[in-house]
Nanobody
Framework: QVQVAESGGGLVQSGESLRLSCAASGRTFSSYHMGWFRQAPGKEREFVAAISWSGASPVYADSVKGRFTISRDNAKNTLYLQMNSLKPEDTALYYC?????????????WGQGTQVTVSS
């Protein structure tokens, strides 16, 4: 089992960058595929990015490909999401997801979320 907590959200202007972090507890973090999801007001939660337990095989939603980079540091039990060239449509509550399933796009463990707001 793993518990996760996101940080790093905030209010930025269009074109700026943010880096989200997800601190995980438990010794099993390094064995889990991890992901990031987001939910905008009035919309369903959507997939953003995922990374395998080893840091390989990153995958991205088309809407963020080329702008966002997912990475992890297993020694620090931390997952990251570097977000560049942010757009107003990236405004959402961003969730860290543990034990991500590449086939079903579902995850078993969720954080409380960190708010990202991009002004135009």
């Amino acid at each position: 089992q793993v518990q996760v907590a996101e940080s790093g959200g905030g209010l930025v202007q269009s074109g700026e960058s943010l880096r989200l972090s997800c601190a995980a507890s438990g010794r099993t973090f390094s064995s889990y595929h991890m992901g990031w999801f987001r939910q905008a007001p009035g919309k369903e939660r959507e997939f953003v990015a995922a990374i395998s337990w080893s840091g390989a095989s990153p995958v991205y939603a088309d809407s963020v490909k080329g702008r966002f980079t997912i990475s992890r540091d297993n020694a620090k039990n931390t997952l990251y999401l570097q977000m560049n060239s942010l757009k107003p449509e990236d405004t959402a509550l961003y969730y860290c997801a543990g034990n991500y399933n590449y086939r079903t796009h579902e995850a078993e463990y969720w954080g409380q979320g960190t708010q990202v707001t991009v002004s135009s």
